[in-house]
């Protein structure tokens, strides 16, 4: 935008400069009227081609113009859809909701939560108060400041596989990726830019160091009371817990405190109570929980303008064999006791692309 304003006023300065031109053709005319008058007709064309030739190439600028603002508007900012569809399948949508957690929230005012985590934080108050001393909420300012942000949510998906879908991905202001999904030596097909990276303890078997770039959020979607305790151990280097966790989480963590950020309970509510349906006075009877990429998409559908994901989807029932990742050979099979609705989230999402919320840059 800023580019073409200053576009615009620099073709202003060239038709002054051309008018002030056009001023001393005049003049130089008018003495030669006096001299001879078979020139003045040759003069005069000249004089006549030349002004046809300024006013039409100023013409042709200004359509050009006019294409690369409506190209900005439709390609690159689709500014305020996302919104408007959003609130279409989410009731109250809104996004006043802040992206992480705060220490206000928890210290001299506290919010009561309505739900126990993952869909709130209560009974989980006083470990929160101690892990965000140390953690920070904002987001990026290279993020904050966009006047439109246009983001990919990367999913794990076996379809990223030799997708070569690298560039277009580091193309996104802001790209999500999932859990230990690795960049390192996948750069050609998932990209290399990670804004934020959503995980949970058991899944936080990555690097920080060498998958994630020096400037990565690191956002912790805590599942229960312990994982908070896990994270603030790690970050203080403390004694290590190792008993409540359904798979051994990391005990070395090289990760800078300041990087990290908590989730707002607040998405996975909304993922669940809006995105999938579960009844949320009856959350004892449903067992199962959203995906860390479902929440991620609705993450994205609170802060962006434009929402495209890569990489989400299973394998057809048929392709058993298959695997379900793009780095590692876990078979679809292992869903079936991880806790997830696959089919239903598989649906959910269906549905948000079907009705052009968001947009599938692999094959979903
Ligand atoms: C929307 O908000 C109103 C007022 O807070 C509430 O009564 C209603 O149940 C909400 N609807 C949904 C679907 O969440
Ligand atoms: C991906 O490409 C490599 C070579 O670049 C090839 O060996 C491999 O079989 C391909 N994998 C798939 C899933 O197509
Ligand atoms: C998963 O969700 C679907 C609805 O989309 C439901 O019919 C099915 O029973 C659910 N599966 C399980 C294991 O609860
Ligand atoms: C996903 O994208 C592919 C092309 O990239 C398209 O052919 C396909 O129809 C899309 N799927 C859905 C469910 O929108």
Not at 74 to 91: D, F, H, N, S
Not at 318 to 343: C, D, F, L, R
Request: with cysteine; aromatic share 10%; proline share 5%.
């Amino acid at each position: 935008m800023e580019k073409t304003e200053e576009n615009h006023s620099s073709v202003e300065d060239n038709s002054r400069h051309d008018s002030k031109s056009h001023w001393t053709l005049f003049t130089l005319l008018i003495t030669m009227i006096h001299k001879s008058r078979w020139k003045i007709l040759g003069v005069l064309t000249v004089f006549g081609v030349m002004v046809w030739y300024t006013i039409s190439r100023e013409e042709r600028y200004m359509q050009l113009f006019d294409f690369h603002i409506m190209q900005d508007e439709r390609m690159t900012c689709p500014l305020g859809e996302v919104e408007k569809k959003a609130a279409q399948l989410i009731a109250n949508y809104t996004r006043d909701h802040p992206l992480f957690l705060q220490l206000k929230d928890y210290f001299w005012v506290r919010t009561p939560s309505p739900y126990e985590l993952p869909y709130g934080t209560k009974g989980a108050e006083e470990i929160l108060l101690r892990l965000l001393a140390v953690t920070s909420y904002s987001l990026p300012e290279s993020v904050q400041s966009l006047k439109c942000r246009k983001c990919a949510v990367v999913g794990n998906g076996h379809r990223l596989r030799n997708s070569s879908m690298g560039d277009v991905i580091n193309k996104y202001d802001v790209v999500i990726r999932l859990n230990n999904a690795p960049v390192h030596g996948y750069e050609h097909d998932v990209g290399s830019k990670t804004t934020m990276r959503l995980f949970y303890p058991e899944s936080a078997h990555f690097n920080p160091k060498t998958e994630n770039n020096p400037n990565t959020l690191l956002v912790l979607v805590a599942f229960k009371p312990m994982d908070f305790l896990w994270m603030e151990t790690i970050l203080h280097d403390k004694k290590r817990i190792r008993k409540g966790f359904w798979k051994q989480p990391p005990l070395i963590w090289d990760a800078n405190p300041e990087q990290v950020r908590i989730l707002n309970p607040y998405f996975m509510e909304v993922t669940a109570a809006k995105l999938l349906n579960i009844p949320m006075k009856q959350l004892r009877k449903f067992k199962q929980k959203p995906t860390t990429g479902l929440v991620a998409i609705t993450l994205a559908l609170h802060f962006c303008d434009m929402v495209d994901i890569a990489g989400f989807g299973y394998p057809d029932s048929a392709n058993k064999k298959q695997s379900i990742h793009y780095y590692e050979q876990i078979t679809v099979k292992s869903m079936a006791t991880s806790g997830h609705n696959v089919s239903h989230e598989a649906s959910a999402i269906k549905k948000m692309l079907v009705m052009g919320l968001i947009k599938n840059l692999t094959y979903f």
